[in-house]
């Protein structure tokens, strides 16, 4: 680890001055309405990486909201997105003393202007900071081999066909029990493990979470599925503010079913502390 | 099974003619507004069960929307419903040839007559029906003892302290591994598992599975904690139109922690198929 502690003396970024921020940024253009600009830096082949939006979505409900951390986000995803610019509007549906809900959606403009919806999202939030310290979790971290044991995307065939702009943006080390995918072995299991960090450096928090929870590759691949896997929906709940360091991401899927299939998200920090879980269904590759 | 052949020649209610149904009905009132009455038969205390509400608004959005079968339905739970009339104002976000997705809103009166909205909802719908054969699910039913070894309302203290008059519409028999917390003795596992049916007969539908992920006792009370455990939110996937016969239903709790916790159902039909997966967030009891 002497070579990660060195990198983070000279160039580490930090949460509110790193990629992943200048990204999700969001301009405040009127009461509950947002400015936003899609970043090319964040798509998978051409597609823009779900959790990136998300991210960007609870950005701005942050910012519209009387609580700031996301406890609970139900994303459903209705278009797919491009680089380039787009609006969000939020509106606040409820505020209450230790809980607010709010509304948000992302759009993206036609040639002639028109607005077309991409994303919808219903969200809680809350502080993470009042909670209680009373844990009784039965959860367990995923066994993952040590960091420098996992496999990224410089460490062998491509990972992901074709040119994907955010495996640049990320520093994920797969558990090498779940690559057989990517050199044409796949497990046959719906499960995919790893390391997860922002590229720069960046540690997470409750927002980069969000874009966590939907950044590995899918539990499609291992099932010996290519091609495309598509979020219909995707709900996070956000649990613990993270401590700094890298996460662990667990991803299962049980049920692949009818052409649908759900993964099953547990992001664990350095603190051993299940810090978010989400689901989303989405459909499945028809290879 | 002698008994229950006999009772289904007798008095069983159908999909259609059922408690569940009257009690769920929405009027058209004018284009994507519906009228509905919230039935105190579907309390516990005097909390509407979430389940029973969420049905509803199912069925409200099942009329408005182009498909008619609920895939995947994020709700968000606002204010504590009351029995008496309510309001349904639903949404059609998105029409697309295999999915469409749509919004919903459940307000009830105060008595000046101004409108407190209890619930929103984001759900795509879809045509379940048009699903694939492919299933290449991992997943097991839960090993539940025989129904006639569980156990119900009637069969020793009552399960849940007070009036609750949801027990009389529902046919709910617990593994005795764990109804622990109703003798005193919680297993402390996040663990409730059990059969489920409605008390009249009706076989589950789509609808009805809305109400079955919220409709157990929590798991909060095999966890030694006694009290409401108030959804947050819940987010449910249908995946299968139910084959007629009981319902078994296994509840999970991993998390809890800071003053939250997240409960995952699974329900099974009676041909061994995966029909829905839930997951919510809830506040954990103080007690």
Known sequence: MAQAAQMAQTAQATIGDSEFDRDTAVTLREEGVYDAELSAGWTIIHAVNGGYLLAMLGRALGQSLPHSDPFSVSAHYLTASVPGPAVI??????TGRTLSTGQASLFQYA???TE??????LATYGDLEALTDDIRTSAQPPAIPPLEQCLGAGDGPAPIPGSSAITGRLSVKLDPATVGWAIGAPSGKGEMRGWFGLADGRDADPLSLLLTVDAMPPTSFELGLKGWTPTIELTTHIRCRPAPGPLRVSITTRNLAGGFLEEDADVWDSADRLVAQSRQLARAPRG
């Open 89 to 94: 509007r939020t509106q606040v549906v409820r």
């Open 116 to 121: 077309t919806e991409r994303i919808r999202v």
């Open 111 to 113: 040639e002639d202007g």
